[in-house]
C-alpha cells in the first residue's frame, strides 16, 4: 500500500469511528429522554387511575340507600305520606249514582 492510500484509511477510519461515537450520544440521549418521559407519563397514569377509585368510591358512598334516606330525612321528606285528594267526598248516599 502506498502512503496516501493508509493515510486516507487512517482520515476515513477514525471519520467512521467519531461518527459512531456521536451517534451512539445522540440515541443515548434520546432514549433517556423518552425513557424519562415515560416514566412521568405512567406515573401519571397511576395517579389518575387512584383518583378515580377513589371517586368511584364516593359516588358509590354517596349514592347508597343509607345516604340517601339520611339525606331525605335532613331535606323534611316523610316516609309515611298523608293522603291528599283532590276530589270532593260525595256523601255515601250518593256513591249509588257514580257507579
Do not use: C, W
Amino acid at each position: 500500500m502506498t502512503n496516501k492510500t493508509e493515510k486516507f484509511i487512517k482520515i476515513a477510519s477514525l471519520t467512521v469511528a467519531v461518527l459512531s461515537i456521536a451517534v451512539h450520544v445522540v440515541l443515548f440521549n434520546y432514549d433517556s429522554t423518552y425513557g424519562r418521559k415515560y416514566r412521568e407519563i405512567n406515573s401519571e397514569i397511576e395517579r389518575m387511575e387512584t383518583e378515580n377509585l377513589i371517586l368511584s368510591q364516593k359516588i358509590a358512598s354517596s349514592s347508597s340507600i343509607a345516604s340517601i334516606a339520611q339525606k331525605a330525612e335532613t331535606l323534611g321528606f316523610n316516609s309515611s305520606p298523608q293522603v291528599v285528594s283532590l276530589a270532593k267526598p260525595q256523601p255515601i248516599a250518593d256513591i249509588g249514582k257514580t257507579l
